[in-house]
């Protein structure tokens, strides 16, 4: 059985950096996009960032510039690295793989909060 894992959150000054990391345990086949969304208090999942089995990435225009997203294909891991963080950037990020069968994956979640 397939499972996605987070790391990397925690508590972080504004202007801080944090890196998100999401591994996958068991064997996948045929992936696609392997991408990043949150969750804020209240709110709506959103996206944040993706990259596709290209490595073409896109990025929610609020995070533009500021994340950067990677992916280790042989090591079935995606990477979030969050620069310049703000106080709106506070959530539980998930990552979430799709295949080319269009099975997706999604991990339980790492809090992220952005706080003086």
């Known amino acids: 059985q397939v499972q996605l894992v987070e790391s990397g959150g925690g508590l972080v000054q504004p202007g801080g950096s944090l890196r998100l990391s999401c591994a996958a345990s068991g064997r996948i086949f045929k992936i696609n996009d392997m991408g990043w969304y949150r969750q804020a208090p209240g709110k709506q999942r959103e996206f944040v960032a993706v990259?596709?089995?290209?490595?073409?990435?896109n990025y929610a225009e609020s995070v533009k510039g500021r994340f950067t997203i990677s992916r280790d294909n042989a090591k079935t891991t995606v990477n979030l690295q969050m620069n310049s963080l703000k106080p709106e950037d506070t959530a539980v990020y998930y990552c979430?793989?799709?295949?080319?069968?269009?099975?997706?994956?999604w991990g339980q979640g790492t809090q992220v909060t952005v706080s003086s």
């Open positions: 990259v596709t089995s290209g490595g073409t990435t």
């Open positions: 979430n793989i799709a295949t080319v069968y269009e099975r997706t994956y």
